[in-house]
Every structure is written in structure tokens, then in C-alpha cells.
């Protein structure tokens, strides 16, 4: 039972459940179902970028500029719903998902290729990319009376009583799960980030396995921008801009380690949620939604004091364990 309570998983369902319960001490209405169901779906979006920077972070990488390939994925959906309205949604989330790995294969070419560092790489493109969205829409803003319904429907509407939007979460959330425990590529991830050196004499190309990692999450970055600019009917320059501190602090809080090589699907998901509860919650009790990011800031300091310390007691134990052998 004590290992358990161990798992970080664990100690996060276990938060979530009593910041819950506070919350429903003062407003009751917040625990109903309609109400949880409305938290994981405003979370959607989150949860699937936080799982495209999981798959960078695994590989002790970084990618800040996950919300301006958002916008820019959004952005080229948008505009193209408003040139050619006759265009199948199927086709502008198609484009929505190239433009979002396209912009994650130059973050890994320059990663892998040139061998610069993914901060530096992703700090330039984020910048970029947000100057790319200046150039092609003009500055000007796309909004709802622009887009077609079927365009905006996508996220909105309801299948088997659940949104389209939470849906489409669950099943990103299983891909990766299915990926990253059966796959080759996902095992790699995870080699890559543990220790590079080693993961060489295993054959795996350390470099291709970061590209991969970065197209991974610019496609989903991708998706998430098709969704975010459906559901709230709006394009411009400055969406979602600073949504990169929360991606990777959804992450951080999940127990996926900033060295690398450490975390889980399960463990992303439930650092956004506790995000996402956060972010829910600050409105129903009377708190400044200015204080989320003072809050997003000091939970993510806190979690990678929490993750090093305990990545230097695994690390006791295996020395100690080497001691005992000797």
C-alpha cells in the first residue's frame, strides 16, 4: 500500500480529489457531473499538447514554441475556411495537422542537423512562427461570422453524450499510451532521454529520435489548433500566447522529469487536469485569474524540486545497492 502512495500518479489523483472536495465544501454545484465533465473538456486542448511535450521532454529536450505553432496551425485553418468555405473540415484539420509537423520537423532538423540547442531552437521559432501568422493574415483578427458551421462544429458538438472535443482527448491520450509502451520509437524516447551515450551502442540514432520527438509534438500541437480556434470562433496573432508555460508545467506537475528519460501518459494527463481544476476553480471561488500564473509558476517550481529529489534517492539507492554488491 505504501508503494502505492508512492507513484506520483497516484499522489496527483489523490491531490485533484481533495482540492475537489475543498472546493465542494463552499460550492457544491462545482463536483456535479456536468461540471467535472466541463473541467476535462476546457482541459482537452491542454492535455493534448502536454502530450506532444512529453514525448520532447523524454528525450531531454524542450519545446516553447508549442503555442505559436497552436496559433499557426489555427490561424492557416482559419483562413482557409474563409477563402474556399466548400473545403471539407476533414481537409482543413488535414492541413492543420501538416502545418503542425512541418513546424515540429524544423524545430528537429535544427535539433538534430545542426545540433543546437532545442531551447534556443524553440525560443527563435516560437518568434517566428508568430511573425509568420502577422504575414499572412495582415494583423487582421478571423472571427465567427468568417468561419463556416461545420468548421466551428467539430469541438462542439456532442457524440454519446460526451463533446466532440473531450473525445478526440481520450483518443490522443490512448495512441500515446499504445505508442509510447509498444512501439519501437516510443521505448527510444525513453533510451534517448535515460542516457544518450548508451542508447547509441544500442543502435538508436539519438538525433532521429529527437526529430521524431519534435514532429510528434508540432502535429498535435497542430490538432490542438484546429480545436482551439473552432471552439472559441476566433483567429489572430496572440492566441494562446504564453499557454507554452502551462503545456510544460501540465508535464513537470505529471512527473515527467526536465532531465529526461522519466514520466508517463497518465502522469501528463493528470498535471493538466490538476491545471485545468486550478483554472476552473479560481473563477468559482473569487480569485483574480491574474494569480494563475503566479500559481503556474510556483507549482512548477515546486514539482521539479519534488521530481530532482527524488531522482538523487533512486539515485542513493543504486549506489548503496553497488556498495552491498562490492
Given at each position: 500500500?505504501?508503494?502505492?502512495?508512492?507513484?506520483?500518479?497516484v499522489?496527483?489523483v489523490?491531490?485533484i480529489?481533495?482540492?475537489?472536495?475543498?472546493?465542494?465544501l463552499?460550492?457544491?454545484?462545482?463536483?456535479?457531473?456536468?461540471?467535472?465533465?466541463?473541467?476535462?473538456?476546457?482541459?482537452s486542448i491542454?492535455?493534448?499538447?502536454a502530450?506532444?511535450?512529453?514525448?520532447v521532454?523524454l528525450?531531454?529536450?524542450?519545446?516553447?514554441s508549442t503555442?505559436?505553432?497552436l496559433?499557426?496551425?489555427?490561424?492557416?485553418?482559419?483562413m482557409?475556411?474563409?477563402?474556399?468555405?466548400?473545403?471539407?473540415?476533414?481537409?482543413l484539420?488535414?492541413v492543420?495537422?501538416?502545418?503542425?509537423?512541418i513546424a515540429?520537423?524544423i524545430?528537429?532538423l535544427?535539433?538534430?542537423?545542426?545540433?543546437?540547442?532545442?531551447?534556443?531552437?524553440t525560443l527563435?521559432?516560437m518568434?517566428?512562427?508568430r511573425?509568420?501568422?502577422f504575414?499572412?493574415?495582415?494583423?487582421?483578427?478571423?472571427n465567427?461570422?468568417?468561419?463556416t458551421?461545420?468548421?466551428k462544429?467539430?469541438?462542439?458538438d456532442?457524440?454519446?453524450?460526451?463533446?466532440?472535443?473531450?473525445?478526440l482527448?481520450l483518443v490522443?491520450?490512448?495512441?500515446?499510451?499504445?505508442?509510447?509502451k509498444?512501439?519501437?520509437?516510443?521505448?527510444a524516447?525513453y533510451?534517448?532521454?535515460?542516457?544518450?551515450?548508451?542508447a547509441v551502442?544500442?543502435?538508436?540514432?539519438v538525433?532521429?529520435?529527437?526529430f521524431?520527438?519534435f514532429v510528434?509534438s508540432?502535429?498535435?500541437?497542430?490538432?490542438a489548433g484546429?480545436?482551439?480556434?473552432?471552439?472559441?470562433?476566433?483567429?489572430?496573432?496572440?492566441?494562446?500566447?504564453?499557454?507554452?508555460?502551462?503545456?510544460?508545467?501540465?508535464?513537470?506537475?505529471?512527473?515527467?522529469?526536465i532531465?529526461?528519460?522519466?514520466?508517463?501518459v497518465?502522469?501528463?494527463?493528470?498535471?493538466s487536469?490538476?491545471?485545468?481544476?486550478?483554472?476552473n476553480?479560481?473563477p468559482?471561488i473569487?480569485i483574480?485569474p491574474?494569480?494563475?500564473?503566479?500559481?503556474?509558476?510556483?507549482?512548477i517550481?515546486l514539482?521539479?524540486?519534488f521530481?530532482?529529489?527524488?531522482?538523487?534517492r533512486k539515485?542513493?539507492?543504486?549506489?548503496?545497492?553497488?556498495?552491498?554488491?562490492?
Open positions: 500500500m505504501t508503494s502505492i502512495l508512492k507513484q506520483r500518479e499522489q496527483l489523490l491531490v480529489l481533495v482540492m475537489i472536495a475543498l472546493i465542494a463552499r460550492f457544491p454545484s462545482f463536483v456535479t457531473a456536468d461540471s467535472l465533465g466541463n473541467v476535462f473538456n476546457d482541459t491542454l492535455i493534448i499538447l502530450l506532444g511535450q512529453m514525448t521532454i528525450t531531454k529536450c524542450v519545446d516553447l503555442a505559436a505553432t496559433a499557426l496551425s489555427g490561424m492557416v485553418a482559419a482557409l475556411n474563409s477563402l474556399h468555405p466548400d473545403l471539407p473540415v476533414i481537409v484539420i488535414a492543420a495537422l501538416l502545418t503542425g509537423a515540429g520537423a524545430n528537429g535544427m535539433v538534430w542537423k545542426l545540433d543546437m540547442p532545442p531551447i534556443v531552437v527563435g521559432t518568434t517566428i512562427y511573425g509568420i501568422i504575414l499572412i493574415s495582415g494583423g487582421k483578427w478571423i465567427a461570422h468568417e468561419m458551421d461545420a468548421f462544429a467539430v469541438p462542439r456532442d457524440f454519446l453524450g460526451f463533446p466532440v472535443l473531450s473525445w482527448a490522443v491520450i490512448a495512441i500515446m499510451a499504445v505508442a509510447l509498444r512501439l519501437a520509437t516510443g521505448r524516447f533510451a534517448v532521454g535515460g542516457n544518450p551515450h548508451a551502442y544500442t543502435g538508436i540514432d538525433g532521429k529520435t529527437r521524431i520527438a510528434i508540432g502535429t498535435l500541437s497542430g490538432l484546429y480545436l482551439w480556434i473552432a471552439r472559441y470562433a476566433v483567429a489572430y496573432v496572440d492566441i494562446a500566447l504564453g499557454f507554452e508555460l502551462d503545456v510544460v508545467a501540465a508535464c513537470v506537475i505529471g512527473g515527467i522529469s532531465a529526461g528519460g522519466i514520466g508517463s497518465y502522469g501528463a494527463v493528470l498535471g487536469l490538476f491545471l485545468g481544476t486550478i483554472k476553480a479560481l468559482v473569487n483574480s491574474f494569480w494563475q500564473l503566479a500559481i503556474s509558476g510556483t507549482v517550481i514539482a521539479v524540486a521530481n530532482a529529489r527524488a531522482e538523487r539515485g542513493r539507492v543504486i549506489l548503496k545497492k553497488a556498495e552491498v554488491a562490492a
